[in-house]
Each structure stands twice: as C-alpha cells, then as structure tokens.
C-alpha cells in the first residue's frame, strides 16, 4: 500500500469520456490499496474560453487578481466532474479547491509561488479512504485571495503534495508516453528514456522540452519526490525522474528546442564598471528570466549586451530597461522575436570536451550559423535563426543519439 | 452617503455589453459617494451548461457535494468579469466568492440555510472604499466545503448581506421594472405598485409570482431591511418593499399564478387520530414544502387527505409516505401535476368577508372549476385546472383591479 499522487492535464479530462477514461486509471490504483491523491488542471480549452472572456471585458489587460478569480474557476468545474466520475465507479470521493487543500501561496497573483502546504484537510480525507481530487495551479495568499501559480502551476501542486504529504510517487500524466532524447513527432530518431535525474530533466525542461514544468522539477528535487512522466491514453510505464540514475548507454540525454525566445541587445553601452549588475538587476526586480547572455565590445569605446528572455516577457524587459534611462548611457536597443534555442543535455558533460565541437560541427554541417552560445555543467545551448529550428535539432540528435 | 446592496441575476450580466450596463449602475451609485456591495448570479445559461456537464458524467445523479463544488463556479466567474468591467471605469473594486465574503451556512447542499455572515472581510473592503462584488447563492459549511442556497439563492445572498452590514437599502435588480398586480406579461390591465409590504410580497412570492424569492423576503422582514425591485435594463423606480406600506387604492395587492404545482391524494386512510400528524410531520422531516391540505370523508369509513407540494418535491413526498407503510393504512395514493394555484393577496382582507366571494363568482362566470381552497390573513387561494390558469388570473385580476 503506497500513497500515489497522480496530475492529470487538461486534454486529459477535456470530454466526459476521457474523464471516465483518467476516473478509471485512478480507481484501478485505489482498488489495489492506495491513498490516491489527485491533481486536476482545467478541461480543454476552459482556461482560453475564461481568457477570451476577460479580454472582450478589458482588452488593456485587467487586474491579476481578478484573473485569478476568474480562471481558476476553471479547475473548479474540473475536479467536480472527475469526483462525479469516480462517484459512478462507486468509490468514496472529495473534491477540494487549492484552499480546502491548504495551498497557501504569496500574493503573486498569476504567478504565485507555493509557501506551505497546510496538510490536515489531505490528511483527513485520505485517512477517510477518500480518493481525494485537488484542483490544480490555484492556491490563497494571506487576504484570503485566490492566486495562480501560472504555467505549468498543475505539476508543480502536484509535485507540492507529494513533498508534504510524504508520497510514494508523483505521476505526471501527459500526451507522450515519456521523456524522449528529442521531440518524437520532429525527430523519428528519437527514444525514450527508462530513467533521468532531476538535473537533466531540469535543463530539458528549462530549455523548451514541454514534458514538465522546470519549476516542478526543482520542487521534486529539493524535496526528492519521485516523478513518473506517463501517457494518459495509453497503459505502459513511462520516464522515472530521480536523483541517481542507473548509467545509459548515450551521454547526451536529450536535444531541446525551445523557440519562445526573445534576443535583445542594448547597443552602445557606457563602457563603465557596474553596468551589467545595474541591467540584470533590474532586470530581476521585474521578475525577466534572463538566458544567455553575450557582452561585446561595440564602437567608440562603447559596448553591447545581448540577452535572451522568453519572448512573452521581453516587453517587460524592455520596459525595465527604458526605466533605466536616466543612469543608464546607451545608444540603441533592439529585438528580435526570430531566433531559437537548441540545447543539449546529459550529465558529465564538462568532463568530455569533444561535446561542444560536435554540437558545433553537426550545425555546420547542416548549413546553420550560430548566434549566441552558452554552456554549464549538464547542457550547451546555442541561439540560432527560427526558422532553421527543426533542422538543427535533427542534426544534433543524429550526431548525438541516433 | 448609504450603504447600498444590489443584485443581479444572471440574464443582467450574460454578456460583455450588459456586463458594462451593469457595471455603470454601480458605478454611478458609488460616484455618489455611497459604499455598493454588490451580489451577482452566474451568467445566462452558465449554471444550465454545468448542470448538463453533470448529468452527461452521472446521469443518475451526482452527490449533492459535488454539484455545489460544480455549480459555484458558476459565479465566481461572473464576479470576476463584473469586477473587471468596473476596473476598466476606473473605480477600485474586489469580487468575493460566498466564503471570502463569510457566509457560513449549514450542510444541506443544494439547499443550504445561511447561519451567519462574518462581515469582517465586506467591512475591510467597504472601509477602504472598494467596490464589492459577491458570488450570490454559494457559501461554506462547517467543513469547509461549499454549498449552495437553491434557488433563488442570490436574492437571499443579497438580503442577507444588506441585514448583516445594515444597509440602507437592498434593490433587486430583476427582467420586469417593480411588483405588479397581476403579471403583465398575461394580463394587460396589471399596476405597477409604488409599495408593498412584507407580507403582501410574501404571500405573492410563495405563490409563484417570481419577481423575489420567499426565503430572501422572509429575511427582509425579519431584519427589517428595505428592498427594491426595479429593472436592470430601464433606469425609474421599481417597488418598494417595506413593513409599512402607504393607503393604496386597491385592497387587493396582487394576482399570483403557481404552475409548479402537484396536487397528492391519500385515498382510503383508516380514520384514528394522529393520521394527519403522521403523514405531515414524515412529510416536514424529508424537507417538502406542503402548501393548501383538504381532509375529506371517503367510503367505508375511511378519509382521504390531499395536499398541493411544489412539482420539483412531488417524488419526495411520495416516497416519503410510501416509507410510511407499515404505520399507515391507506389504499392508494393518486397525483396530478395538471393544476394551477391562482392566489389573491392584500393586508386587510380577513375584515373584508366580501372578497373570496367575489374571486369565487369571478371564476364561476369564467367557467372555472375550484378545486381546492386555502385562505390566510392576507390571501386566498384556489387550485384549478392548469389549462385555465390564465384566463383564471385574467377575470380574477378585472374583477378587482382593472
């Protein structure tokens, strides 16, 4: 008997079929002795119906908070009818909200972060025999007001339970069957992974490989929670996620693309001591996530910085930025939306210099010119024109893996 | 400066455009400098999508827990939206759901009493000069979890909230502009009333004239709270509802038609004390709402009850006295959903022994046939044929009114 926590996304519940195909696989575990708690996002298209709703009201932009409000209304509807499902199977069953599960979060409305897990209502339920259904990406801040966490929020609540309530495995539940050492529908080449640790789940998951939420993936391995990635559709095992795996025949354990990248270059730069903390702090007061980043000695003594961000914070970055004016000397900035990033990633990376040359050479083969380079201990990332994206990910994988 | 409680229901905010309309109306009262809490229902068809959402998981009927969980988002949504409406009219402004707002009510889902209002957070918000937007019809129990009130609950929502804040006035937004004395829709010669009392609009309510719910006017008077009902669409005065009432021409206040009607006959009970006791206290514990009761004398020293329930409760009660069995002697129990109850109301009527008789010569020469009577204080009532129903409130009506 083991406590499972399951995450179910939102094409996996998006018709009443599906939510008897997910009430299913749940009940099978409950039956064979588990506690099975649940993590459920919003059906389908809920949350872009709720999005479209809010924009015909105010296309500025309303209030995060009521945003907040409003979406997570989405869930709601969700785990309700995924109880009733399991109500029809004929096992005990709650529903519970991100507050009646005790996700207390700060009050980063729409990006909320999880501060603690009040666990005496999970406990209770699951004591019960409750199968216990917990809606996703939502939690309260300290007013009593309804937060988000934001992209990804559903694993991450997920991967939180299983911390706090001490879980045998956190299942993820996706549309692919595992993690794959590249994108399966653009690489044929590509395999699935038996196994993979948190590092370099981490780096494929901050590098534009969809599977999970990196933010996840960091709670999962501060609290060293063990994560399965399977298929909702179909029944087979899927990718564990832990610290130590057992050795794999290939080093490099995946190629990622991710093309929600933004390249900004401020040009001409005051060439004086200080000028990139002043840029990256701000830049991290208005909470960008900065990439790679590129200095260059530019004209007339001056100097240029070139960064990367995900392309739907580069407005606020640039605002950041601007805001700087006053004790900030450039000339310029610019943008370009075009770009993509191809990354690598397996561990003992730095210990095998010929990595980086064959990411290079396969590119070069392959006609593709590189922009921006970056590397650490477990990844080489490179910045690359949009639209040779796919190329070079077949590339790399086939000088790598295949 | 006052305090003011407004509700819409759900036709008033369906869409963007009445979304805005009402937004302005709470908008140009807070302008005024007066603090507006306002309570809103789910919006149009919303509460109809989820319960077919429902029924398309559980055919048979979910648990009563989750459909409350289900159709609470209802609202939530439709506070969210309205919040954002009046963010974009530049007024500060923060939606509540039930418990945020702090109405604790009992366990009785899908039906739910409200025990209190913990007024702390509306007193915060109304201090800092927001503009509140309650989630009508929803509240917590002991719990935890999330109940709704039935129907009609958002016009108690309102009226609770106006009696916990001491409001200085409670207007009901509805599709028609006041209370009149006959539905004006059927009846062409119908008055719009300036006033009303609490009773008078009691009895009207209770007997199917659904411009307010009873329970919500049950509470006014209890707390002495003035309502209005006035349309959400129109900008004049609705009707005042209040304990004192100015002298108005007519006695009679009213006209009422209830179609959500079943009439149940006991047949063949064995005629010894406490039958009467028995069948209407099993009938109060299975929380049926009995209205007009007829004791008759049947063959073979036998009697035979017959009592109108509301048609929604009518399977209720049937089991309820079919659980009786063992206790009861009876023969057979008929039921016949084709009638109608055509009520007057007006304070004074028991001093005016003219009146029934009157409303029984306006049905004679109309053709109609009563079938049951039921007279109060303040009321008479007559159950009839369904098929007559309008033309019963017509002749009724012209014999008083017109």
Redesign the interface.
Known sequence: MALIVKKFGGSSVAN?ER??NVANKIVEDYKKGNDVIVVVSAQGDTTDD?ID??K???P?G??K???D??L???E??S???L???I??LGCPV??L?GW?AGFETDSHYGMARIKRINTE?LQKETDKKNIVIVAGFQGINKY???TTLGRGGSDTSAVAIAAAMRADLCQIYTDVDGVYTADPRKVPNAVKMDEISYDEMLELAAMGAQVLNNRSVEMAKKYNVELEVLSSLEVKPGTIVKEKVKMERTLIKGVAKDTNVTRISIIGLEDTPGIAFKIFNRLAQAKVNVDIILQSVGRDNTKDITFTVPSDQSKQAIEAIKELKDTLDYKDISTDESVAKISIVGAGMESHPGVASKMFEALYSAGINIQMISTSEIKISVLIDEKYADNAVSAVHDAFIA
């Open positions: 009443a939510v008897f709720l709703k809010a015909e009201i105010n500025d309303a209030s908070r009521e945003m409000m409003l997570s209304a989405g709601q509807i785990v309700a009818l109880a009733m499902a109500e029809k709650k529903s909200l009646q209502r009593d007001d309804i």
